[in-house]
């Protein structure tokens, strides 16, 4: 049991009509880079929603590492090491891409956020420029969020939730909007910084060359239930998955 | 100019100026100063939850609690010396503050605004019918004593003016201290994405409940030396239009500078005092003409003039 990273166990939500998951099972093994698909509205998001205690499934249970988490806070399961990052990138509008990353490592440094440590101490501006340069978008640290392209926002989003150890990261569409060849390097980039520290990884993708390259096991999604669940040969070749989310049939 | 950018070398130089116009200044207008700055601490702290997104229309709470502190004191216990009533006000506004704190930072947006203003108006409504506490006519407050010394007269004046402005230098130092850190910061990623900040691990309602404790101490402190120079209290302290005050002033200077949240109060003064004296009956009247104007010259308020003389110097 301990050896499994993340459980989800007959999740059920529906939003008024709309069912946006039907019993969704699975069991998600420590390290595991799995990937989940399926075409818009399957459910994708709400999944990950649950995951991170933003929706409340209508039934079912969650567990992380064993634990239950189904009625924590989003910031409970953040604590407990499940991060994620977001479909439409959640940043703080108001704030340059430098000092939005230096919130993301105020929040998880080693000591509480301090009332008196000015917030631009060069020890956390240089941290902060670092992983800036890592993701390549340093050139805009002192920009404000209403000026950036679609791409840089989302690097700095996904930059923002790796920082402070996850031990399990949702990743929602980490490439779309992203320009196209800047793609592989950020997933490697990505992959690289997670795999280092043995983190479990799920994404959501619907470039299907990105989803074969990096994951181990392909989710297919499709009206709120999983549909195929398997090495991502096997699903991508799978007559339902290509009907209903690859559009190929 | 580098000097002034060391938060406790222009503290310094600010209050060596505030000491020499106190040797200056007509009575009228060091009592002017005093009470605009006591006004600026309590619209400080609102400036403080404004960085988080909130505005409490309800500091006259605080203010008022502080004020009838230095006003029973006095009376009760024949404390007179203002250090400590400055103390005694401070921890009374702070206990409440933080029994209401943590409720109140739940809401958000109107909500937020108007559950302050209820507060206030609930003591506004209990004390006016104390009779006990002098009900709609309030109390007497006795003269302060400054660690033993009672002077009268125009040395009390100068004396509470060099107490309030050395507390008004002090408060902002440390306010622009809170500012910039790490929490300061964190304060204004909350005012823009509060579900980024919580998957980020922070507790919005823990750094908005702080945020509003330091307001209520700000405000009690306020209300101890605005009791302490006018020498009487009275429910009016708690009442909405006094809390609209501190809102005024807190809009009209903006988040951006804390000198500016003093010179915002001490316009405010100014023009009440001036339209009271030549338009008794229509000074509100200009009041809201002068904030309109400063909402659509300069939106993010006065504090936005140093701002802007910064950025064309650092172009420059
Ligand atoms: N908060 C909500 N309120 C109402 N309906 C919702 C809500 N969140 C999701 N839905 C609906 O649930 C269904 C699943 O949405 P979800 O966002 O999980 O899909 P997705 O697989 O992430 O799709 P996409 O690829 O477009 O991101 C959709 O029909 C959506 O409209
Ligand atoms: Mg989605």
Redesign the pocket.
């Known amino acids: 049991m301990s050896e499994l990273a993340l459980e989800a166990e007959a999740l059920h939500k529906r939003?008024?009509a709309?069912s946006?998951a039907e019993g969704i099972t699975m069991g998600v093994p420590k390290g595991a880079i799995w990937s989940l698909i399926?075409?818009?509205?399957?459910?994708?998001?709400?999944?990950v929603n649950m995951v991170t205690g933003y929706?409340k499934p209508d039934h079912g249970r969650i567990a992380f590492e064993g634990r239950d988490i189904t009625r924590l806070s989003p910031r409970q399961i953040t604590r407990l090491g499940i991060r994620r990052s977001f479909?439409i990138p959640q940043l703080c509008a108001g704030l340059s891409v430098l000092e939005n990353m230096l919130i993301s490592l105020t929040i998880n440094g080693e000591h509480p956020p301090s009332f008196w440590r000015p917030a631009s101490h060069a020890t956390e501006v240089d941290r902060a420029i670092d992983i800036l340069e890592r993701f390549r978008i340093a050139d805009y640290r002192d920009r404000l969020m209403g000026e950036l392209p679609a791409g840089v926002r989302k690097l700095l989003d996904i930059a923002m939730a790796m920082s402070g150890h996850p031990r399990v990261m949702l990743l929602d569409?980490p490439t779309s909007g992203v320009a196209a060849e800047e793609k592989y390097p950020i997933m490697d980039l990505v992959m690289e910084a997670l795999s280092a520290e043995e983190v479990t990884i799920l994404f959501?993708e619907?470039d299907m060359d990105i989803v074969t390259r990096y994951s181990q096991r392909v989710l297919a999604?499709y009206d709120g239930r999983i549909i195929a669940d398997d090495a991502p040969d096997e699903v991508l070749a799978d007559p339902d998955v290509q009907r209903y989310v690859t559009g190929e049939l | 100019m580098t000097l002034l950018r060391s938060v406790p070398a222009a503290s310094a130089l600010a209050f060596a100026a505030l000491v020499l116009a106190g040797f200056v200044l007509p009575d009228w207008a060091m009592f002017l100063v005093t009470m605009a700055f006591a006004k600026g601490l309590v619209a400080l702290g609102i400036v403080g939850l404004m960085r988080g997104g909130l505005v409490s229309f309800g500091q006259g709470l605080y203010f008022c609690i502080g004020a009838y502190v230095s006003g029973l004191m006095a009376n009760w216990t024949g404390i007179t010396d203002i250090f400590l009533l400055s103390l005694l006000g401070v921890l009374a506004a702070g206990a409440i503050g933080t029994i209401f704190g943590p409720l109140l930072a739940n809401y958000r947006g109107i909500f937020f605004a108007m559950l302050s203003l209820s507060l206030s108006m609930i003591l506004y409504g209990a004390l006016s019918k104390m009779t006990t506490l002098g009900g709609t006519d309030g109390l007497n407050v006795a003269a302060p004593t400054f660690l033993g010394y009672a002077p009268e007269g125009r040395p009390l004046g100068l004396a509470l003016y060099l107490y309030t402005s050395a507390i008004v230098v002090l408060v902002g130092g440390l306010m622009r201290g809170l500012f910039n850190s790490q929490r300061g910061l964190i304060a204004l990623a909350i005012r823009d994405n509060e579900l980024r900040i919580e998957y980020l691990g922070a507790s919005v309602r823990t750094a908005m409940a702080i945020n509003y404790v330091i307001a209520a101490v700000l405000g009690g402190l306020g209300g101890v030396i605005s009791g302490l120079a006018i020498g009487h209290v009275d429910p009016e302290f708690s009442f909405w239009t006094t809390s609209g005050e501190f809102v005024f002033v807190a809009i009209l200077s903006g988040y951006l500078s804390i000198p500016a949240v003093f010179v915002g109060s001490i316009l405010l003064e100014v023009v009440r005092s001036f339209s009271n004296l030549y338009f008794p009956n229509t000074w509100q009247l200009a009041l809201g003409i002068f904030l309109l104007l400063v909402i659509v010259l300069l939106p993010r308020g006065l504090g936005s003039l140093t701002l802007r003389r910064r950025k064309a110097k650092e172009q420059a």
Do not use: L
């Open positions: 939003f008024g709309i946006a399926g075409s818009n509205g399957a459910g994708k998001t709400t999944f929706v479909q569409e959501v619907h999604f």
